[in-house]
C-alpha cells in the first residue's frame, strides 16, 4: 500500500468515527462547533468571549480546548464560567474524531446545547480532519495577511463560516479587506464573513448566534471542500458514556 493509499485508509476510517459522533451528539441535541485558525490568531480570547456571551444569556454551552502541552487555554476559557475540557495531543498536530469521542467520555454535560471544540492552532493538518462537527469556522488575524486564504486553501474551502479576528488593529496592519474577501471567495465562492474583536466584543453576539442557528437547522452554506467529503457510510455508533 503506497503512502497516498495509507493517508486515505486514515482520513476514512477517522471520517466513520465522525460521522457516528455527529449522528450520537444530534440525538443528544448537542451540535458541534470546530474552530480551525494558525497560533495567535486570537482564538481563544474571542471563544471566551463568545462562552461568557452564552453564559449571560443561559444558552448551555461547553468546550473543548486542544494543545500540544499545558492546560493555559482552559484556565482561560473557565473563567467565562462554561463547563471546559483541556485535550492534550502530545505533540500531534491536529485533533482526530477518536481523540474527541474519548474526552467527551463521562464529562459532556447533559444539557449541553453547543459544543465548541478549539483545535491546535494549525491551518494544515486540522483542515483534512472531520471532528463530527456541524459548523466548522476558519479564523484569521488582520496581522496575517490578505492571501493566507490562498496558501491554506483547504482550511478556508472547508469553512462554513470564515472570521476575521483583532480588527481593531486592521489599519495599523494595513488591512486590505476588499483584497481579503475577494481572496476567500476565490476557494470558498459565497461563504459569509464575520468581522470580529474580542477587546470590543465586535462579533461576539453574531458568532453564538450562527452556532444556536445550526443546531437548529444544518448551516445554510455549503463549502466546496466539505469537512467530511469522503463519503464512507457510518458504522454502527456507540454510546458516548
Given at each position: 500500500?503506497?503512502?497516498?493509499d ?10 466513520d ?22 497560533p ?9 468571549r ?9 444558552v ?8 500540544l502541552?499545558?492546560?493555559n487555554?482552559?484556565v482561560r476559557?473557565?473563567r467565562s ?21 474519548a474526552?467527551l ?60 479576528t483583532?480588527?481593531?488593529?486592521a ?15 476565490q ?11 474580542a ?9 453564538l448566534d450562527?452556532a ?19 463519503g464512507?457510510?457510518?458504522t ?6
Amino acid at each position: 500500500m503506497c503512502r497516498s493509499d495509507v493517508k486515505q485508509a486514515v482520513l476514512a476510517k477517522n471520517d466513520d468515527l465522525a460521522a457516528d459522533l455527529r449522528g450520537d451528539l444530534a440525538r443528544q441535541g448537542v451540535t458541534m462547533v470546530n474552530l480551525l485558525s494558525s497560533p495567535g490568531s486570537g482564538k481563544t480570547e474571542l471563544l471566551g468571549r463568545v462562552l461568557a456571551r452564552a453564559v449571560e444569556r443561559h444558552v448551555p454551552v461547553a468546550a473543548l480546548t486542544a494543545d500540544l502541552a499545558t492546560e493555559n487555554d482552559a484556565v482561560r476559557l473557565a473563567r467565562s464560567g462554561a463547563p471546559v475540557q483541556q485535550l492534550l495531543t502530545d505533540g500531534l498536530c491536529h485533533l482526530e474524531a477518536r481523540q474527541v469521542r474519548a474526552r467527551l467520555a463521562g464529562w459532556l454535560p447533559p444539557e449541553t446545547a453547543v459544543l465548541f471544540v478549539e483545535n491546535v492552532g494549525n491551518l494544515v493538518c486540522p483542515a483534512s480532519y472531520d471532528l463530527g462537527e456541524t459548523l466548522r469556522i476558519v479564523l484569521m488575524a488582520v496581522t496575517e495577511g490578505e492571501d493566507k486564504p490562498l496558501k491554506y486553501p483547504t482550511a478556508f474551502g472547508s469553512a462554513h463560516l470564515v472570521v476575521v479576528t483583532k480588527t481593531d488593529l486592521a489599519e495599523a496592519a494595513g488591512f486590505d479587506e476588499d483584497t481579503f474577501r475577494a481572496n476567500v471567495h476565490q476557494v470558498n465562492p459565497g461563504v459569509e464573513i464575520v468581522q470580529s474583536c474580542a477587546r470590543t466584543g465586535a462579533g461576539v453576539g453574531a458568532l453564538l448566534d450562527h452556532a444556536l442557528a445550526a443546531r437548529d437547522t444544518a448551516p445554510p452554506h455549503r463549502p466546496p471542500l466539505a469537512p467530511h467529503p469522503h463519503g464512507h457510510q457510518p458504522t454502527a455508533p456507540a454510546p458516548l458514556a
